[in-house]
């Protein structure tokens, strides 16, 4: 018999054969995106979530949890066991979860996940038996320790960072993904001491404890400073707490027909309609979305994967034509097979928004009314299109992430461009990778500009909300924060300096350029054509 979701109940299931019903207001929108996948066969790994009620019955009682928590997640985890066929802290066919945050309102990248739970000396055998894989069962609990101690116990991760890169070069590569199975086992014993060390006492190795520890500190998440600042930044409203949500682990760093990515249904900033896809082969999902590290080319990933592409193309369009919106996907493949981790309607820039809201209408996904609701917030007499003009040549080039074009001088940490920005004096924030801690900062500044991390890393799709320009992955960057310096092609800079990024393009410029501006005229005039009907 199917099971049905009770009203008041504090922990819900989804996965094959269960028809819980998950609201989004009580358990968050990533369980609710995910049970509706499940229900409609999208392929999702089982899990369960656990109400938002326990956060504010944690928070009421003084950061105290509530005492049906242990056997919530017992109950969560006897499910998963059933589903998946594995046993959480087995040694031969070792279950392992993730542990993520999940609020009615989209926050992205804002608060905590711990992916890999589960994870000790004896389960690492077996999950090393049962893959055959010794390299990507290193590589599993060494990401799991650094994450478990950086959300859990709030760890500064710059020494796990530079054990990292000591042991890059020591091997003479440039990324983990290049490191044998020897070498991360190494790192993953470094590890353990680092956590030892800097904790003081032994990394948990209770398999429940860490289950306990790690839903808690994604609870714990909801009230980070950088939480509470998007919050105020976002003008979000009512917002009662963060559900969270467990689910089998599936591994984007198993082998090499495996990798992670962010799929949207229409470019965000262009609002064509069409996959913009970031796939990095070898990861696991928080390496694409955190803005670290770069990503590979959508060509690239449709070459190597051409089925899971295809497949990813008509999930995406069911979802879009379900939800009647455009769609940001999370989504990660195991050896060749593709599993999605989570939906949500995609942020996007202003406009974007206009034509996505427009095509939307005329394909027949939605009604003229319902293109006024979605651009309720949008100033559409700002929205404008730029170009640019001179034929001044680009030092630079990146990938672009947020259209349009941003003149400013040149601040290298948030701070830097709060200060500056109260001066009255243009700013653009340059990072060597930006992270959700610079959206404070980002706030000031007129855009973006990277060396390193993808076009849909977190940082980059807040910042095409706040109708920043963004500009990632410039190679020809290069950033001495002590000196207050950088380069761009070898040309020198210090901070203070202008330069010009046309996220449209990815170029940029130094000094300033000039440029064109011009409404998109069309798509307002039947924008409100539509409001006049409306009002008859």
Not at 374 to 403: F, H
Request: charged letters at 20%.
């Amino acid at each position: 018999m199917i099971p049905i979701a009770k009203s008041g109940r504090r922990l819900v299931k989804f996965g094959p054969g269960v028809r819980d019903e998950v609201s989004s207001a009580e358990f968050g929108n990533k369980a609710s995106g995910l049970a509706t996948m499940a229900q409609m066969g999208i392929p999702v790994p089982p899990g369960f979530s656990l109400s938002l009620s326990i956060c504010e019955e944690y928070y009421r009682k003084g950061k105290t949890l509530p005492d049906d928590f242990s056997s919530l997640l017992n109950e969560g985890i006897a499910f998963l066991e059933k589903a998946s066929g594995s046993m959480f802290g087995g040694m031969r066919r070792p279950l392992l979860v993730s542990v993520r945050s999940g609020a009615p309102v989209s926050m992205p990248g804002i608060m905590d996940t711990i992916l890999n739970v589960g994870l000790n000396r004896e389960t690492l055998r077996g999950l090393i038996f049962l893959s055959g894989n010794p390299r990507f069962a290193w590589d599993t609990y060494r990401r799991f320790i650094l994450e478990f101690s950086r959300v859990v116990f709030r760890q500064d991760p710059t020494p796990y960072h530079q054990a990292l890169r000591t042991m890059l070069d020591a091997e003479g590569v440039t990324e983990p993904i290049e490191l044998n199975s020897g070498s991360l086992k190494n790192l993953a014993f470094l590890y353990e001491r680092i956590f030892s060390t800097g904790i003081g006492k032994r990394f948990p190795s209770d398999v429940h404890e860490q289950l306990a520890c790690a839903a808690e500190g994604v609870i714990r998440s909801w009230t980070h400073p950088r939480a509470e600042a998007f919050r105020q930044l976002n003008l979000v409203k009512e917002a009662r707490g963060t559900a969270v949500t467990i689910q089998m682990m599936v591994f984007g760093n198993m082998g090499a027909r495996s990798g992670a990515g962010v799929a949207f249904t229409r470019n965000p900033w262009l609002g064509t309609r069409g996959l913009l896809i970031d796939f990095k082969f070898g990861a696991q999902g928080e390496d694409v979305v955190s803005g670290d590290q770069s990503a590979a080319s959508q060509a690239e990933f449709a070459r190597a994967m051409p089925d899971v592409f295809s497949a990813l193309a008509e999930i995406g369009g069911r979802l879009e034509f379900h939800y009647r919106d455009m769609q940001d996907l999370e989504f990660t493949v195991e050896e060749g097979r593709l599993y999605i981790l989570q939906t949500r309607s995609g942020k996007r820039s202003p406009y974007a928004a206009l034509k996505i809201a427009v095509a939307l209408c005329q394909e027949g996904l939605i009604s003229p009314a319902d293109v006024l609701w979605m651009l309720r917030d949008v100033n559409l007499d700002s929205i404008t299109v730029q170009e640019i003009k001179s034929g001044d040549y680009p030092v630079a080039v990146g990938i672009p992430a947020s259209a349009g074009i941003a003149t400013g001088t040149i601040a290298f940490s948030g701070e830097r461009a709060e200060a500056v920005a109260h001066q009255g004096i243009p700013v653009l924030l340059v990072r060597e990778t930006a992270s959700p801690d610079d959206l404070p900062g980002l706030s000031y500044a007129r855009g973006l500009l990277t060396r390193r991390g993808a076009r849909t890393s977190h940082a980059a799709v807040v910042a095409r909300q706040m109708g920043k320009i963004c500009v990632v992955q410039c190679e020809a960057l290069e950033i001495d924060y002590p000196r207050g310096r950088c380069t761009l092609s070898g040309h020198d800079l210090k901070e203070g300096s202008v330069i010009t990024i046309d996220g449209s393009s990815g170029n940029v410029y130094l000094g300033t350029v000039e440029s064109t501006e011009k409404c998109p005229d069309e798509l307002i005039s039947i924008v409100r054509n539509w409001e006049r009907e409306q009002q008859l």
